[in-house]
């Protein structure tokens, strides 16, 4: 009879889990689904990670409207130019020289946070303002948040065309995609993939 008391408590160990991993996929959807930090707040540049569509257009579009002085689009095919990125925001690519950068070396999110880093690095910004998917963006400030400790992130997620249709929630693959995401923001948290590794000063 000694033994219950023990036994009880292993078992309500997965239980336990369980509850937890449910608990933190609700605070992981309210973070998916918060609007952008500050909006209206200028900062020193704009990072876009690319991967969906709206991501381009937008940084763009805060680029135009003087929300920064300078825009990275990390992860950009390398067959992607200036011209091509120009086109998206009905703008000349003269307009974009010396302002926007395309980084080609990204493919993953921990190389996003890299080649970000590098060039925030470069440039001596300060601030960034961070434009991606919102069910992605958990992840990206915590890769970017560990190789950027002295700057000021700023998120300005998005929230996909698909996933703003009346149906989305009734979806399975709108649930898989989710929780495809939150394990991986949660092997992240948990240190389970190796950090981005520190931008060299100076280097992009």
Known sequence: ??????????LAVPALAALALVAGFAR?????????????RPTDGIAVLTGGAERVETGLRLLRDGQARLLLVSGTHPG???????????MQPEDLAGRVRLGHEATTTRGNAA??????????????????????????????????????L????LLPATLR????ATRLRTWSLL??????????????VAPAPPPADGKT
């Open 115 to 152: 080649e970000i880093a590098a060039w925030a690095r470069a440039e001596r910004l300060g601030s960034l303002r961070i434009v991606t998917a919102g069910y992605h963006m958990p992840r990206a400030l915590l890769e970017l948040h560990r190789v950027l400790p002295d700057v000021a």
């Open 1 to 10: 009879m000694t033994h219950w008391p023990l036994r009880r408590a292993l």
């Open 28 to 40: 992981f959807l309210v973070l998916t689904t918060t609007a952008p930090a500050d909006p209206a």
């Open 154 to 157: 700023l998120p300005h997620p």
């Open 165 to 168: 249709q009346a149906e989305a």
């Open 179 to 192: 929780g495809r995401e939150y394990l991986k923001y949660l092997a992240v948290w948990a240190g389970l």
């Open 80 to 90: 992607v130019t200036l011209s091509d990125v120009a086109h998206l925001a009905a």
